[in-house]
C-alpha cells in the first residue's frame, strides 16, 4: 500500500486520536484525493517539489473543495487566456467508443508523460510513445486536442507550457486515425 | 346506511378555488383530501415540479398531469457543482422530451436544473411545441450553441431564455442572428455563461432594439463595455442588466455616455456581470443605484475601499453578491448602509491559498447580522470562526433560514479556545427556528449533530464535510430532522449501523448523498434489497464493487426515493442494489 507519496505517514485520522475506526482500504488512485491525502496544517507547504515524473503530482488539493463552482474560479484567473495561479482547468476528454466523457485537471500534471500516464490509467488504454516525425504511430490510441484557434493537434507537438495554455479540450482517437495529425 | 352530504360543489367550482392554489406542496396536499378532488386537481394542475427526474418516469407524469404547461426538473444531486459527481453519471433530459413532445404539443415552460441538454434535445423542444415560452437552463450541460440556434430561430412565441451557469459549447456567436427579424416577443434573456470570444453585437443590437418588451438581459463577458451604451440606449425598460466585461481605456466620452445611458433607465433594479471591472468606470451606474435591490458584483475583482463607495450609494439593496474584497470594513458599512437587506453571498478570492489574502473575518458576519434585521440567507466563505461569533450571530438573528457557511481549511477549529465548533453551529440552529438551509463547517465532533437533531426540526436541507467522529452524528440528524429532504454528507467517518437503522427515514426524503464516507458494499446491498422503493446507488470508478471485500467502503453512494424503479441509463461507474441481490448493471 506505501507508494511514493508515504500516504501512511501523511494520514489524518477521521475522528479523534484513538477512537475506534475501521481503517479504510486505500488504493491508489491516480489524480483523486481522499481526506487521507491532505497533509495536516503544519507541513502543508508551498514548495512544489517534483517526484518522479511518473509520480502524481504534488499539489495538494482536495477534489471538490472549498465548494466554489468552476465557473468561479475560471474567472479570478483573470483574463481568459491567461493562465496563472493554482485554481485549476479543467478540460473535457473523450476518448473514440467510449460513451461517456470525462474531464481533467490540466494544472495538476507538469509534464506530457504524466498526462498521458493518467489518461492511460483513466481510459484504460495504451497510448505509447510520442515521436516528433512519427506522431503516436503504432499505438492504439492516439491523444489530440482542440487549440483555441479551433484546430485539432497531436498532444506533444507543442512545447508544453504553449499546449497548457491552449489546450481546450481533449480527444483521444484511434491510431489510425489519428495518422493524418502526425504528418503536419 | 350513511346518509351522503347531498350537497357537494360542481367540479368547475372546485376547479376554480383550486386555481388559486399554486404552490406544489399545496396541490399535492389538495389531491390527497379525496379521490374526486386527487381527479379534478390533476385534470387542472398545470405547472408540475419533479424534483429529482429519476423518482418518477415522464410516462407516469404525463398520465397523472394530461394537461400541464410547465414543468420543472432537477437531475445530478447538488454536490455535483463541485466536481464529486462524476461525469456520465445520468440526469438526461432527452427521454423527458421526447415523451412530452410525443404526448401534447402545448407545452409552455421547460425548467432544468443540473441536467444533460443535448443539442438534440433542443431541436426536438424547438420542432414539437408551438407556443413554446420559456426555456430556463440552470447549471446544465451538454448542449452547444447550434442548439440554441434551433429554438432562437423556430420558438415564435419565445418569451424566456435563461442560460445560468450552463456550459455551453460556444460554436458560434451567430445563433443570435436566427432569432427572425420579426420576431418580438422576448422578455428575459440571460447569456451570462456564454464564451464566445467574438460575439455578434449587431444581431445583439437588433434584437434588443425589436423586443421592446424586454425586460432582463443578461450579457456575457465578451460583450466589451463600449457596446453598452448602445444596447442600453434601446432598452431604457430594462428591469434587470448583466454587463460584459467592465474595463476599457478610460476615455471621457466612453464614460459620459455610459453614466447618460445609465442614468436613462428608470426601472433598473438588478445589476450583474461587472467582469475584469475598474474602479474608474464604477461612477456610471451610480445614477441608478439608489433604486438598486439586487447587486451581483462577484466576478468584480476590485477592492475594498471602491467596494465601500458603491455600496454606499445603494441603500434598497436587498441582494448582495460580491467577493471577499470587501473585507471586515466594507461589510461593517453594508451594515450601517443597508437595512433592507436580506441576502448576502460573500466568495472566496483566493480560494486555494494557504494564507488569507484579505482581512475577512467571522468579525464581517457578525456586523451585517448585527446590523441588518432583515437579513434571512448567508453564505460565507472566511478563513476562521468562533463560537461566540456564532452565538451572536445566532441571538441577533434568529431570522435566518438559510445559513450556509463555508471555513476554508477543513476541520478548523475556534481559533480563540481552539475547541471544536459545535456550540457555535448549536446555537444557530437553537435561536434559528425557521432554518430550512444549513452547510456546515469547521471542526465539528457528533455533539453539533446531537445539537441539529434536537432543534432544527424545520431543517430540509443540510450539507456537511469533514465532520463528526461516529454513526451516532448521522443517526442524531437521520432520527431527529423531521423535516429533512436533502442531506449530502462528504468525508465523513458514517458508516452503516446509522444507515441501516435509519432506513424508513430515507422514504421520507428526497435523497442523501455520502461520498468519502465508511458505508461497506455489503450495507448498500442490504439496504437495497430491504428498501423496494429506494435506489441505491454505488458509484464507484475503481471498479465493481464485489470485485472487493463487501466490507470495503464504496466510494460515492447516492440513495433517492422512486416510484420508477433502478434506472437504465447508468455509465458502467455506477450500480444500482436492488432486491435480486445481484448487481444491476446497465
Known amino acids: 500500500m506505501e507508494n511514493d507519496l508515504n500516504l501512511k505517514a501523511t494520514e489524518l485520522r477521521l475522528g479523534l486520536p484513538g477512537s475506534d475506526e475501521p481503517e479504510r482500504q486505500m488504493i491508489p488512485r491516480p489524480n483523486k484525493r481522499t481526506l487521507s491525502d491532505i497533509v495536516s496544517e503544519g507541513s502543508r507547504s508551498t514548495t512544489e517539489e517534483d517526484h518522479q515524473d511518473t509520480a502524481p503530482p504534488a499539489k495538494l488539493q482536495i477534489v471538490g473543495w472549498p465548494p466554489v463552482r468552476s465557473y468561479r474560479k475560471n474567472c479570478l484567473q483573470g483574463k481568459k487566456d491567461e493562465v496563472e495561479g493554482g485554481t485549476g482547468m479543467y478540460v473535457k476528454v473523450s476518448v473514440d467508443g467510449a460513451p461517456y466523457l470525462r474531464k481533467i485537471d490540466l494544472k495538476v500534471y507538469r509534464s506530457y508523460p504524466q498526462l498521458l500516464l493518467a489518461l492511460e490509467n483513466m481510459f484504460k488504454l495504451t497510448i505509447g510513445a510520442y515521436s516528433e516525425r512519427e506522431g503516436y504511430n503504432g499505438s492504439d490510441y492516439a491523444p489530440t486536442y482542440e487549440d483555441r484557434d479551433g484546430d485539432w493537434m497531436l498532444v506533444g507537438d507543442v512545447p508544453w507550457e504553449m499546449f497548457i495554455s491552449s489546450c481546450k479540450r481533449l480527444r483521444i482517437m484511434k491510431g489510425s486515425e489519428a495518422r493524418g495529425l502526425g504528418c503536419v | 346506511m350513511h346518509k351522503k352530504m347531498a350537497f357537494s360543489f360542481p367540479d368547475e367550482v372546485l376547479e376554480h378555488v383550486f386555481s388559486f392554489i399554486q404552490s406544489d406542496k399545496d396541490r399535492n396536499a389538495v389531491s390527497m383530501v379525496c379521490k374526486s378532488w386527487y381527479e379534478i386537481e390533476r385534470w387542472c394542475r398545470r405547472k408540475v415540479f419533479v424534483g429529482n427526474c429519476y423518482a418518477v418516469s415522464p410516462r407516469m407524469v404525463i398520465r397523472r398531469f394530461p394537461e400541464f404547461r410547465s414543468i420543472e426538473l432537477k437531475g445530478k444531486p447538488h454536490f455535483a457543482d463541485f466536481n464529486l459527481v462524476p461525469d456520465g453519471w445520468g440526469g438526461y433530459v432527452f427521454p423527458w422530451i421526447a415523451e412530452m413532445a410525443g404526448a401534447y404539443p402545448w407545452l409552455e415552460e421547460i425548467r432544468l436544473k443540473r441536467m444533460v441538454v443535448t443539442d438534440e434535445s433542443l431541436e426536438l423542444i424547438a420542432k414539437s411545441f408551438k407556443n413554446f415560452k420559456v426555456l430556463v437552463l440552470s447549471s446544465c450541460e451538454g448542449f452547444s450553441t447550434d442548439g440554441l440556434a434551433a429554438i432562437a430561430a423556430s420558438c415564435k412565441n419565445l418569451k424566456e431564455l435563461d442560460l445560468r451557469d450552463c456550459e455551453v459549447d460556444d460554436l458560434s456567436a451567430h445563433w443570435l442572428s436566427h432569432f427572425p427579424e420579426t ?267 446531537e445539537y441539529i437533531g434536537t432543534y432544527a426540526k424545520k431543517l430540509e436541507m443540510l450539507s456537511v464535510a469533514f465532520a463528526g467522529d461516529s454513526d451516532l452524528g448521522l443517526h442524531h440528524v437521520l432520527s431527529g430532522c423531521e423535516s429533512l429532504r436533502k442531506l449530502e454528507i462528504r468525508d465523513c467517518p458514517f458508516g452503516d449501523k446509522a444507515l441501516l437503522a435509519n432506513a424508513a427515514k430515507l422514504e421520507t426524503m428526497r435523497s442523501l448523498w455520502m461520498s468519502s464516507c465508511a458505508v461497506s458494499f455489503a450495507a448498500c446491498k442490504l439496504l437495497g434489497q430491504k428498501m423496494p422503493r429506494l435506489n441505491v446507488e454505488v458509484i464507484d470508478e475503481r471498479g465493481p464493487p464485489d470485485s472487493r471485500p463487501e466490507n470495503c467502503p464504496v466510494d460515492k453512494l447516492y440513495i433517492y426515493r422512486s416510484i420508477a424503479g433502478p434506472r437504465f441509463d447508468m455509465p458502467p461507474f455506477v450500480w444500482t442494489m436492488d432486491e435480486d441481490s445481484g448487481l444491476r448493471l446497465s
Open chain 2, 183 to 449: 420576431y418580438t416577443s422576448l422578455v428575459s434573456l440571460n447569456i451570462s455563461c456564454l464564451g464566445s470570444d467574438e460575439a455578434s453585437f449587431s444581431a445583439l443590437e437588433r434584437l434588443v432594439r425589436r423586443c421592446t418588451n424586454l425586460k432582463t438581459l443578461r450579457l456575457n463577458r465578451a460583450v466589451p463595455l463600449d457596446k453598452i451604451a448602445n444596447i442600453l440606449r434601446h432598452a431604457p425598460q430594462l428591469v434587470e442588466f448583466g454587463t460584459g466585461t467592465y474595463t476599457a481605456d478610460v476615455r471621457p466620452d466612453v464614460y459620459s455616455d455610459l453614466a447618460g445611458v445609465f442614468s436613462s433607465c428608470k426601472e433598473l433594479k438588478s445589476l450583474s456581470g461587472f467582469w475584469d471591472v475598474i474602479p474608474d468606470y464604477l461612477p456610471a451606474i451610480y445614477p441608478v443605484c439608489s433604486k438598486l435591490t439586487s447587486l451581483n458584483l462577484s466576478y468584480a475583482t476590485i477592492q475594498s475601499p471602491d467596494l465601500i463607495k458603491l455600496v454606499s450609494h445603494c441603500p434598497n439593496l436587498q441582494r448582495l453578491l460580491v467577493l471577499d474584497y470587501i473585507e471586515d470594513s466594507g461589510l461593517e458599512v453594508l451594515a450601517s448602509s443597508c437595512k433592507d437587506l436580506q441576502e448576502l453571498r460573500v466568495f472566496p478570492s483566493d480560494p486555494f491559498g494557504a494564507e488569507p489574502n484579505v482581512s475577512l473575518t467571522e468579525q464581517g458576519l457578525v456586523a451585517v447580522s448585527l446590523g441588518c434585521p432583515k437579513l434571512q440567507s448567508v453564505l460565507y466563505f472566511c478563513r476562521r470562526m468562533s463560537n461566540e461569533a456564532l452565538v451572536t450571530i445566532a441571538r441577533s438573528r434568529p431570522n435566518f433560514t438559510r445559513f450556509r457557511l463555508c471555513i476554508i481549511e477543513p476541520k478548523t477549529a475556534d481559533y480563540l479556545t481552539l475547541e471544536p465548533l459545535d456550540v457555535g453551529f448549536g446555537a444557530i440552529v437553537q435561536y434559528c427556528k425557521d432554518l430550512r438551509r444549513l452547510s456546515l463547517s469547521g471542526l465539528l465532533t457528533d455533539r453539533v449533530f
